[in-house]
Nanobody, 120 residues
Framework: VQLVESGGGLVQAGGSLRLSCAAF????????MGWYRQAPGKQRESVAT????????NYAESVKGRFTISRGDAKDTIYLQMNSLKPEDTAVYFC??????????????WGQGTQVTVSS
């Protein structure tokens, strides 16, 4: 599975950005997709995830009410709409896919990352 991200950039606090991630390859094996982020000197953290089958969504407490994850019609693309951005949202955002297939079992795939910078 290959993940290609787009979006990101520089925005002022209170602004909005939208990230996109398209999956290619053995997408039939994807169980869930989501967004993680990593700020300088910090560990990578989950931001939002969505399951491929049922569309169940989960959000980090820090982004609830501000960020929305959604899927494209083909379910191979996800989006992250980020509103009311804060300087503490500044990080590299990574698209993630979790797959389950025989004989590989569970596997994780990552996009190349896209920088989001929120100025105060």
């Amino acid at each position: 599975v290959q993940l290609v991200e787009s979006g990101g950039g520089l925005v002022q606090a209170g602004g909005s950005l939208r990230l996109s991630c398209a999956a290619f390859g053995s997408t039939f094996s994807i169980n869930a997709m989501g967004w993680y982020r990593q700020a300088p000197g910090k560990q990578r953290e989950s931001v939002a995830t969505v399951t491929r089958a049922g569309g169940s969504m989960n959000y980090a407490e820090s982004v609830k009410g501000r960020f929305t994850i959604s899927r494209g019609d083909a379910k191979d693309t996800i989006y992250l709409q980020m509103n009311s951005l804060k300087p503490e949202d500044t990080a590299v955002y990574f698209c993630h896919a979790e797959t389950l297939s025989d004989p590989y079992g569970w596997r994780d795939y990552w996009g190349q990352g896209t920088q989001v910078t929120v100025s105060s």
